[in-house]
């Protein structure tokens, strides 16, 4: 029998970062990596470029409050272009219309994941257990015992599961996942454009297809093309000279014609959450908890947020004498967690439905929007205010909070 205070399952950001916090507070950790989930951003596999992560400031500081941020690369984005297709309205944001520097960041797939591991695997109190997984566990009053996989046991007094959309754990602790589809898939491509992106994140608005294309090392760009089902297959077998062709056109003049496509794949988006964040003696964390539409650009900060949520709560409960594995602690984590991530959806995906909608007022009143956004000051400075907060509520963890950045 091996003892530990928390035993986390999954390998990539939402795994890592929940065994970080948990360490440099003092509990003792051992992480499964075993999983064949590798976590936000880390790519899952598949031939061409792996979907970037989008890194908002509360993110941001999370990271460097974990002392993961100054081993980063990453592309830093300063502005945002957003073209609507049905109005013919343009909308340009820049950070320093409030003093801030940058609006965010795009990391590349793996990236976070990678550096994550290499600041855990120094510090002490940690370990990682590659090649296994839970098999089985049974909760008692002071703790839970864990079968794994390789046959080993360990007793501690968490389980947090960071193991993906089809977490293992969640499944073990029963509880349910609902799932809805958006009938989309998306394109994922490395391109050369005519115009370098700079630090601007473009995006083009246009019905059930919206581009958005992500800076990227050596002026390239990322694109993301979300587009219905039936079209896909298409614009994955066309030969680049054809696929170049309509990127271009669907990109209209956002940066000029597509020059160079060096890969491209397409990714499903699939929208799911757990019918609850938390069991007995167990959390969820990352896309174990909740999955989003990727084109929102908040899936790596959300579990970011939860590791970080998680790690203040249990942290705060051993602090008071009382235990991390109890009801109250769980339950204050998923009270907190729960209210963001779906204030974040909602917000989401009203937005999404109201930007694809090309019939009857909607195309009219978003030009109108766009045009009174544009020429008021006070609302620019707030919609700016809003993202580099990341839209989420004011009961940020203490790991998101700090100065300006």
Known sequence: ?????????????????????????????????????????????SAGPALPSLLDLAGERVLQNLGAWPRIRAQAIDTLALEDAGSGRHLTLSA????????GHVVEAGALSRTLREVLDALPGTRRLPGAAVDAYTVCRRGVTVQLSDGRQLS???????????????????????????????????????????????????GDAPLTLLPSAAGECTALWAVPRGRVQGLC???????????????????????????????TLQRGHAERYTGQRLALVGDAADTGHPLGGQAVSLA????????????EARDAGRDPGGTGPLRRYERRRWG????????????????????GPLPPLRGLALRTLDA???????????????????????LARGPRL
Do not use: K, N
């Open 237 to 267: 077998e066309a030969d680049e000279a054809a696929f170049a062709q309509r990127l271009g056109a669907a990109g209209g003049e956002l940066l000029g014609p597509v020059e160079a496509v060096s890969s491209r794949r397409a990714a």
């Open 304 to 315: 970011l947020l939860d590791a970080a949520t998680l790690a203040e709560s249990l942290l």
């Open 1 to 45: 029998m091996t003892d530990t205070e928390v035993v986390i399952q999954g390998g990539g950001t939402a795994a890592l970062a929940t065994a970080l916090g948990l360490a440099r507070g003092g509990l003792a950790v051992t992480l499964l990596d075993g999983a064949e989930y590798a976590g936000t951003g880390a790519g899952d596999g």
């Open 156 to 206: 501690a007094r968490v389980l947090v599961g960071a193991d993906g959309p089809a977490s293992g754990l969640r499944r073990l602790a029963g509880l349910g996942w609902r799932r809805a589809g958006h009938g989309q898939e998306v394109v994922i491509a490395q391109v050369r454009t005519r115009r370098a992106p700079g630090a601007t994140l473009h995006q083009r608005l246009q």
């Open 340 to 359: 963001d991530r779906q204030r974040m959806q909602t917000g989401l995906d009203a937005l999404l439905w109201a930007l694809s909608t090309q019939h």
């Open 376 to 398: 008021s000051a006070p609302l620019r400075r707030g919609c700016l205010r809003t993202l580099l907060s990341g839209g989420h509520g004011p009961d940020l963890p203490a």
């Open 96 to 103: 320093s219309e409030i003093g801030e520097r940058r609006l």
